[in-house]
């Protein structure tokens, strides 16, 4: 299994499609297991914690919900 880089533990960054209604992209994460922890003032790029330990099963959940544009680790910034 490829070691994935760092990042926030049990959280992900989703980028909604335009034209999506926030609604539907909210049930995805909830089928997902996941949950909205913080959306940005556009309301485009979500902040989502995961309930599971398996993010990459979380993830493709999330890409078949077709309501998002990319989602990616939240990664931890170098910068710090």
């Known amino acids: 299994m490829p ?7 049990n959280q992900i960054l989703a980028l909604l499609k335009q034209g999506v209604v926030e609604q539907d ?33 979380t993830m493709d959940s999330l890409r078949k919900s077709n309501c998002f544009e990319s989602i990616q680790l939240n990664n931890v910034s170098k910068h710090q």
């Open 25 to 57: 992209a909210k049930n995805a994460v909830l089928g997902a297991g996941g949950t909205v922890i913080k959306t940005s003032s556009n309301g485009r790029l979500t902040a989502i914690l995961i309930g599971s330990n398996d993010i990459e099963s």
């Open 3 to 9: 070691k994935l880089p760092a990042h926030v533990p």
